[in-house]
Nanobody, 119 residues
């Protein structure tokens, strides 16, 4: 079994920064694309940023220039550095990963971590 565990959420003032982490653990042969999504109350889940194992990046237009996704492939960990946070960034942030385990490629989700941007 594979688990994704996020950490690093919290309450921050507008203009502040937070760094989220997500670790994939369990019976893992390889981790391919890792990504961060977010979901605010009443809204659909949306892609924030993704990074392939080889380093190809993708960002939502709303976070370009403010958020940076990075990975430590050796530790099956993905990070999201969030700067210049805005109230509209408030949401539950969820980690997502394509994981090869027991010769099967499966997409996994973490439980999510709350990010609240408010004064």
């Amino acid at each position: 079994q594979v688990q994704l565990v996020e950490s690093g959420g919290g309450l921050v003032q507008p203009g502040g920064s937070l760094r989220l982490s997500c670790v994939a653990s369990g019976s893992i042969s390889a981790v391919y694309t890792m990504a961060w999504y977010r979901q605010a109350p009443g809204n659909q889940r949306e892609l924030v940023a993704s990074r392939t194992r080889g380093g190809v990046l993708n960002y939502a237009d709303s976070v370009k220039g403010r958020f940076t996704i990075s990975r430590d492939n050796a530790k099956n960990t993905v990070f999201l550095q969030m700067n210049s946070l805005k109230p509209e960034d408030t949401a539950v942030y969820l980690c997502n990963a394509d994981v090869k385990s027991s010769e099967r490629l499966v997409n996994y989700w973490g439980q999510g971590t709350q990010v609240t941007v408010s004064s």
